[in-house]
């Protein structure tokens, strides 16, 4: 059973602050994702990652920046958290490119005050 | 604009009846689509998909229908049960199932 873990479930941070959220995945999965869900909107890709150390943008990049330094962890950086970035935050991970399934951790909500 | 559209934030439907979840698209490069479902406190599951060279694909209790010429697909859900009450996201690809962008979800309720 494929399992995607997220550090935390929920986060409180204060505008400007430097915020970290982590993604483990233990199925040795190449590719990994971190997505936001926001109501209305569905789930927006802000960026994804093909292999170690590889990363591409995704439609909502900007605020954020990612590190991929081993494979089963792929971290989502918030440099200076905004109140615009209070979302849900949604870590996937797939076996490789194509029509694999991705398979999603639990979330991760973040408030920003 | 929103390339993937649920107009339905939500639907609520008798346990045992059908379930039709609607989910419209505007890129016409999109070729795969997928359905996913979410329950609270946890991450979207896949529940099934359809490539464009089909215009369905049942799996057991679900059924996906896409009509390109329309853009739009549906999920059937028959018969529905409490179980299923869940949020539904439709979502599509049409670069090798590299980047999948999802619609708004629609939020199912079955009653007992």
């Known amino acids: 059973d494929v399992k995607v873990t997220q550090s935390s479930r929920y986060l409180v941070k204060r505008t400007g602050e430097k915020v970290f959220l982590e993604c483990v995945q233990d199925?040795?999965?190449?590719?990994m994702f971190w997505y936001r869900q926001d109501p209305g909107l569905g789930l927006r890709l802000i960026y994804f990652?093909?292999?170690?150390?590889?990363?591409e943008k995704g439609d909502i990049p900007e605020g954020y920046s990612v590190s991929r330094e081993k494979k089963e962890r792929f971290s989502l950086i918030l440099e200076s958290a905004s109140t615009n970035q209070t979302s849900m935050y949604l870590c996937a991970s797939r076996q490789r490119q194509g029509w694999e399934t991705q398979y999603f951790g639990p979330g991760t909500r973040l408030l920003v005050l | 604009d929103q390339q993937v559209k649920q107009n339905s934030p939500s639907l609520s439907v008798q346990e045992g009846r059908i379930s039709i979840l609607n989910c419209d698209y505007t890129?016409?490069?999109?070729?795969?689509f997928l359905w996913y479902k979410k329950y609270p406190a946890e991450g979207p599951t896949f529940l099934i998909s359809?490539?464009?060279?089909?215009d369905k694909n049942e799996d057991g209790r679900f059924t996906v229908f896409l009509n390109k010429s329309a853009k739009h697909l549906s999920l059937h859900i028959v018969p529905s049960q409490p179980g299923d009450s869940a949020v539904y996201f439709c979502?599509?690809?049409?670069?090798?199932?590299?980047?999948?962008?999802f619609g708004g979800g629609t939020r199912l309720m079955v009653k007992p």
């Open positions: 890129n016409s490069m999109f070729d795969y």
């Open positions: 359809i490539s464009s060279i089909k």
């Open positions: 990652s093909y292999d170690v150390k590889m990363k």
């Open positions: 979502a599509a690809s049409n670069n090798a199932g590299n980047m999948l962008t």
């Open positions: 199925m040795d999965h190449e590719n």
